[in-house]
């Protein structure tokens, strides 16, 4: 059973390590771009050896639609294809690194890790340099040849050059299309509500269900702690090991933080003692179990969609408060962004109940997690918004509206409880502005709209 538990552990951990790899890759330039210039290269090199073997068996017909220049014309033709496509490789690089400055300084810098995913941009860049590479790499492959040796032309190899060539400048008017429609503010905010609604529905097929039982927290003196071996946000955390170092050791695992908090190198991420009050943790198992703890929280400079749903949101409040910054004063950006914040917190709110703690074979409690809290994503949703905003009539009625629909969707009492205090302190603010009595009254109706809306109370 234990060798068993122990293979299903690393099987989860593989899966997890592939997961973040490639939400990790996901956002770089640089690997499908090196991936191509490797099968140009190979291209490059192999073709003009195919050209040369199968040359003299070809029919003039399909002769006839190969290249059909000399070498001096082969060789004109691959530098101005070469020439041409690092010219077009520095277009795109540039207009790449303008957009980015225009997303950072008109929505937030947190946005550029879901520009840099954007396909179209990764594969404009790998055609480009792909073709310059393979350009290169047949140009010395021609031979001119002398009075005992055929001049060498891989007519093959030229032709495909030609059909790159055309394939980059088709490549490059997609580019600029996408470029302009994706610096179009709502395209990003749509684009983080659709990551955000896949990370959601992913903790959703993992996520352990139902009310679980904790067992009672033990005397001070009994947990033990296991560090941060360096500072970052928790990317991630693997359960299944956790749950594999707490039954090889008879312990009992608490998470300290949630995924997406920031933690410090050499303070606590992980609390855990033994099961039986009255075992001994000896040294020698204590210098065994915390750096097996440690090594299942990932940690990273920067946060990542792949396992925080709380990450979109994030995203999204940075967008609206930037909105109603007075250097941009663009409340209506804000309005579009609290509705799609609005749509995120439903899902939350109709999430199923998250299990708080992980058992073993026995219906032992061995690891208790630390969720996210709708309570917090929801303040973490309203407070910006609600503070910078209150003295702007859309706004606010945004805000409300929001409020209403997300207490329709609610699912449980506390998350009822959470939406009520929002509309009281969002009430609060209303109060200390300078609003005239028409408005007042409007947001009356409208906060009372929104307490109606919790009213339903479905999971009854």
Not at 4 to 21: I, M, N, P
Not at 97 to 108: E, G, I, P, R
Not at 237 to 264: C, P, Q
């Amino acid at each position: 059973m234990g060798e068993a538990r122990t293979q299903s552990a690393r099987r989860s951990s593989v899966r997890l390590w592939f997961a973040t790899t490639r939400e990790a890759a996901s956002a770089e330039l640089w690997p499908l771009p090196t991936l191509f210039i490797i099968i140009a290269v190979v291209l490059g090199i192999v073709l003009p050896f195919i050209d040369r073997a199968v040359d003299s068996s070809l029919s003039p017909v399909f002769k006839s639609v190969l290249f059909a220049g000399g070498p001096d014309s082969a060789r004109a033709v691959l530098s101005a294809v070469a020439g041409s496509l690092i010219t077009a490789t520095s277009l795109t690089f540039s207009l790449t690194v303008v957009a980015l400055q225009l997303a950072s300084s008109q929505a937030s810098p947190r946005v550029l890790r879901t520009f840099l995913k954007n396909r179209t941009v990764q594969w404009t860049l790998a055609v480009f340099v792909g073709t310059f590479a393979y350009a290169l790499t047949v140009l010395r492959t021609i031979e001119d040849g002398s009075v005992s040796v055929d001049p060498i032309v891989p007519r093959f190899a030229v032709t495909l050059a030609s059909l790159l060539t055309l394939a980059s400048v088709v490549m490059l008017v997609l580019f600029l299309a996408h470029l302009a429609r994706q610096l179009r503010i709502e395209i990003t905010i749509r684009q983080i509500f659709v990551e955000t609604s896949s990370t959601i529905t992913s903790v959703k097929s993992t996520m352990a269900e139902g009310y679980i039982k904790l067992p009672d927290w033990p005397p001070a003196s009994r947990i033990e702690l296991s560090l941060a071996t360096r500072s970052g946000f928790i990317r991630s955390i693997d359960r299944s090991r956790l749950l594999a170092v707490a039954i090889d050791y008879d312990l009992v695992v608490s998470e300290v933080e949630t995924i997406g908090n920031h933690v410090v190198s050499k303070t606590p991420v992980i609390r855990w003692w033994p099961r039986d009050p009255l075992e001994h943790v000896d040294d020698e198992a204590r210098e065994n179990i915390n750096p097996a703890l440690s090594q299942a929280i990932d940690l990273a400079f920067e946060r990542t969609a792949g396992q925080d749903i709380g990450f979109g949101i994030r995203q999204l409040v940075d967008i609206a408060a930037k909105a109603l910054s007075p250097g941009v004063n663009d409340p209506t950006t804000a309005v579009h962004t609290l509705g799609h914040l609005s749509a995120i917190l439903g899902s939350i709110a109709e999430l199923p109940i998250q299990s708080t703690g992980l058992t073993d074979d026995n219906d032992r409690v061995r690891v208790i997690i630390n969720p996210h809290s709708f309570t917090d994503l929801l303040d973490v949703a309203m407070t910006q918004p609600r503070r910078y905003g209150a003295s702007d009539p859309g706004v606010v009625e945004r805000l409300f509206r929001l409020l209403q629909e997300v207490g329709y969707r609610a699912q449980r009492p506390e998350q009822t409880e959470a939406v009520l205090q929002q509309i009281e302190r969002l009430e609060a603010s209303v109060a200390a502005e300078n609003y005239d009595y028409v408005e007042r009254e409007r947001f009356a109706k409208l906060a009372d709209a929104a307490r109606a809306a919790t009213s339903d109370h479905r999971w009854l």
